[in-house]
């Protein structure tokens, strides 16, 4: 286990109408090593608030988060972002070793390393490019080798293919596999797609709607490449369809 | 050289060949509007004895020390306000109070205070500059996506990191913005400075031909001082594509 969520609760406090409104409650939550771990929910349901706590950029209101095991000189975690978040200054390779640069790793090592990324995510010859010279799939290639370039035990997805086109989806989504097979990285991705929750996870945590708990917990067990159309899939997506109906229901009766 | 560009050269041309012939022609009384060639024969003479060069000299002095010192402090004052809310609360009324000041206003002021040489004409300019600067680069930290800096806390950066590697360059294209209407509001400045108690500078020689009623050489104080501003803007545009690269330009 890696990371551990015990009982954990996060408000936010409007300062306007001095209301304090729960974003997510109780939520007791293991990390394991190695799984990708699928955050579902329908929208405002606290998910990515949850992935910011895992990633400490915010403290959670209740509760505490525990990080059992010792992590060595790598970083514990390292975030993808929904809007790619690249410093529009700074080129291809100069994104990808911002987090060595910062963490005082020397020039030739951090470069090197910035390579063996891009060559691992497919972005080989873009090396020298600034962000707004790349399409939006390229774009999230970038966030993901500048997420790795710190050698993270856990990388956090916040929804990172929701901005993209249907075709591209699908590609960045197996892409998104064999990097995950490859490093042998543990991912922990928000979403609100039911396909893509069915695709990639081997862990489906779904949670309710604001504020958000867990409401269930489906271990995914089918053998990859998985498909859509398939009939255990396709049980499976019906199944967590009538879930998450329930919860898009409630959001939008309250 | 494309259609458009012929349409503007041929503008220019056509006007100044007019205003040639209409005043050789005597249709113009040369008193109040001399004719081109004359200006650029009177502007060769002053170049020649060395009093249109001395005069450019003393000026770019006074415009340079005040940019270079206003920016300074704009840029420094700018971010720190930007990034650090404390120093914008501390800064923000100064800004409200001063910024709709003319700062010509001040320059009474300061020579009052500093004595008629060049510190309050320097000042005067600095303070101009300072306040245009300062305010564009407050405007571009402010205008940095948040995300960006969650991003850059993310990967392990401090807070003096983020600053010198995330609000600095976010805020360049603003800064840059601050320092070409500082550039054109340090030669309005100059201008005015050098109207009152001094005895050279651009300023000074094109307020002098006024006084004489010497028409040609305030056309040519009005020409260099065109000139100076058009060099400011190239050399301002060329910085910031040296410095700023990833900026998208339309053309």
């Not at chain 1, 774009?139 to 080798?145: D, F, S, T």
């Not at chain 2, 502007?43 to 920016?71: C, D, H, I, K």
């Amino acid at each position: 286990m890696l990371l551990a969520l015990r009982d954990v609760g996060k408000a936010w406090h409007i300062a306007r109408t001095g209301e304090r409104v729960p974003a997510v409650e109780a939520i007791t939550l293991d990390v394991a090593a190695g799984e990708f771990l699928i955050l579902l929910g329908p929208s405002g349901c606290g998910k990515s608030t949850l992935l910011q706590i895992m990633a400490g950029l915010e403290l959670p209101s209740s509760g505490a988060i525990e990080f059992p095991t010792p992590t060595g000189s790598g970083k514990l975690t390292s975030m993808v972002f929904q809007e790619y978040a690249l410093f529009p200054w700074r080129t291809v390779l100069a994104n990808v070793g911002f987090g060595p640069e910062v963490r005082g790793v020397p020039r030739r090592e951090r470069e090197e390393r910035a390579r063996r990324l891009i060559e691992l995510v497919n972005l080989r010859g873009a090396e020298t490019r600034y962000p707004h010279e790349l399409s939006g799939g390229m774009r999230q290639r970038v966030a993901l080798a500048r997420a790795l370039a710190n050698d993270p035990q856990i990388l956090l997805f916040d929804e990172p293919l929701a901005a993209l086109d249907a075709q591209t989806r699908r590609v960045m989504q197996d892409e998104l596999l064999r990097i995950w097979a490859e490093t042998g990285k543990t991912f922990v991705y928000v979403t609100h797609s039911l396909q893509e929750a069915v695709l990639l996870g081997t862990r489906i945590v779904l949670m309710t709607a604001g504020p958000g708990r867990i409401k269930q917990v489906e271990e995914v067990t089918l053998p990859r490449p998985r498909h859509l159309t398939g009939r255990a899939e396709a049980a499976l997506l019906d199944r967590l369809d009538a879930l998450l109906g329930e919860e898009v229901q409630r959001a939008m009766a309250s | 050289m494309t259609a458009s560009h012929w349409r503007q050269l041929a503008s220019v041309a056509g006007l100044l060949l007019a205003w040639q012939i209409l005043v050789q022609a005597g249709r113009i009384n040369p008193l109040f509007l001399p004719a081109p060639l004359s200006v650029l024969g009177a502007m060769w003479e002053m170049t020649r004895s060395g009093e249109l060069p001395w005069a450019v000299l003393v000026s770019l002095n006074r415009v340079v020390q005040g940019f270079v010192y206003g920016s300074l402090a704009g840029v420094l004052l700018g971010l720190l306000a930007g990034a650090i809310r404390w120093v914008e609360d501390l800064l923000d009324p100064w800004v409200a109070a001063v910024y709709p000041i003319p700062k010509s206003a001040l320059f009474p002021l300061f020579m009052l205070w500093f004595g008629l040489g060049n510190p309050s004409k320097i000042l005067t300019i600095a303070v101009g500059v300072l306040f245009l600067v300062l305010v564009n680069t407050m405007a571009g930290v402010h205008a940095i996506n948040p995300v960006l800096l969650k991003a850059a806390r993310d990967l392990g950066a401090s807070r003096a990191q983020i600053f010198v590697k995330v609000i600095l360059p976010g805020a360049l294209p603003s800064i840059f913005t601050g320092l070409r209407l500082g550039a054109g509001m340090a030669l309005i400045l100059v201008f005015i400075t050098e109207i009152e108690a001094t005895k050279a500078g651009l300023g000074f020689l094109l307020w002098e031909a006024f006084q004489l009623m010497d028409t040609r050489h305030v056309f040519v104080g009005v020409v260099t001082f065109g000139l100076l501003g058009v060099a400011t803007t190239w050399l301002l545009q060329w910085l910031e594509r040296v410095t700023c690269p990833w900026i998208q330009r339309s053309n």
